[in-house]
């Protein structure tokens, strides 16, 4: 296989990873809908900046510590259940109490213009499935001889697309019909976004 079409092959394999369920795309989607495109935006780009660092892990060989320190790992899995856990009661809150959630005063007030970058950040840096994940599929892509610029290749693949396709997302969601709709149904809508974070939360704290 000539190395554009490994390339090719392993850009898949990511855009699949990507849209694949999780904290991040659920949170993306939420703020986007809920804060608008600007917000959104930063927001893919804490992620992006997140997916940077696990990339940087992967690509340098140094996934090998989740799997030599196992409690450091499951730290750092509960670390990232408390956040999510936070994020949800701040969604929770506001359709218990029928007024605007926590997490929309930030945006609201700002604690400013960072707080959904941080949030995007945060979510993504905290959890170790992202350095698994990496980890799992950048190995085979960089096993036996290549040339000097293929890791750096793999790398900005992985960060490119992932702020490529998270910004496009935020920018589908901006569509009329779906913003009134999500407006309408703010509370409901929210709280099922809650419930989902809380269950990614306990499926990280009993996960393997």
């Known amino acids: 296989m000539s190395p554009l079409a490994e390339l090719l092959v392993f850009a898949g394999v990511m855009v699949l ?16 809908l809920h804060a608008g495109s600007a917000a959104g935006l930063r927001m893919a780009l804490g992620i992006a900046c997140g997916l940077a660092v ?12 989740f799997e030599r320190f196992p409690a450091f790992r ?21 359709c218990l109490t029928g007024g605007p959630s926590s997490v929309l005063l ?31 599929v950048c ?7 290549r040339p000097g610029w293929w890791p750096v290749a793999i790398w900005c693949l992985i960060v490119g697309l992932g702020i490529s396709l ?4 935020v920018i589908v969601l ?12 703010t509370r409901w809508v929210d709280g099922v976004f809650a419930l989902v974070l809380a ?8 996960g393997p």
């Open 74 to 94: 499951r730290m750092l899995a509960l670390a990232a259940a408390l956040y999510l856990l936070r994020l949800a009661w701040g969604m929770a809150k506001g």
């Open 139 to 145: 190995a085979p892509f960089l096993s036996g001889a």
């Open 166 to 169: 998270w910004s496009l997302w």
């Open 17 to 32: 990873g990507q849209f694949s369920p999780g904290p991040d795309m659920l949170l993306l989607t939420r703020t986007a």
């Open 106 to 136: 930030e945006e609201q007030t700002g604690q400013g213009d960072r707080s959904a970058f941080l949030r995007g950040l945060w979510c993504n840096l905290l959890n170790p499935k992202v350095a698994l994940f990496l980890a799992a």
């Open 199 to 206: 269950g990614l939360a306990v499926r990280l704290c009993v």
């Open 54 to 65: 696990h990339a940087t892990l992967a690509v340098a060989g140094m996934a090998w510590v």
């Open 174 to 185: 901006q569509w009329p019909p779906l913003r009134s709709r999500y407006v309408a149904h």
